[in-house]
């Protein structure tokens, strides 16, 4: 697996030439530049798949998710996913994880030590069926930083496309995770897009409560 470390800036550059990766393209938008190595250089190793992570320095402040989407439009491979700086992959995670998926699976949750499956924190998703899901977008465009991966999450349970293998590791190692406060702009957007089911996509009652 490859790594590349960019600047949120330079993902202009990619406009004009779409980045190709084989097999999956991990984005990691990150602001501590150590942190981000040490994680990136512990999911190659480990990896046992093709691939690539692409390290990406919010130099521009724009946030997870806008980055997230950005890099998605300008890349092409068959899996794309994303993850933080504060990750710790356990090994064969990506190998396992694509296990999962199979060939009847479009969207996968890491084990990130936290939802247990419930939320894929980090995920894995086959570029076909992610592309379908916002207009070319990865995520719903008007996250910030945080339920983006939980609405993502609800789309592919809804129609049993969502994946999880416990042993497929990417642990989220943040020391104060707890007890920081979720996006509050973020938390209301989720909340007004559950109201309307998600464009009338979530039609299972169970679903709808299952995250708050």
Known sequence: MQIEYISSTDLKDYLQQAMKVEGALMVMPFTNTSQAQQAAQL????ADAPGMVLAIHDSSK???????????????????GYVA????AGRQWLKLALEALGDKKSFLGFNDGKWAGALAGFGLARREWAKNNYAGNFFYPEYQR????????????QTGLYAYDGNSVLVEVDWRKDGAPADPADKAL???????????????????????
């Open 85 to 88: 700086q504060d990750a710790y």
């Open 190 to 212: 989720f909340a007004k897009r559950k109201q309307g089911r998600f464009d009338g996509r979530i039609t299972s009652k169970p679903l709808l409560d299952l995250i708050t």
């Open 62 to 80: 724009v946030g997870f998710a806008a980055i997230v989407n950005a890099a998605f439009k300008v890349s092409q491979s068959p899996y794309f």
């Open 146 to 157: 945080h339920y983006a991966d939980a609405e993502l999450t609800l789309l592919a349970l």
């Open 43 to 46: 999911m190659a190793s480990r």
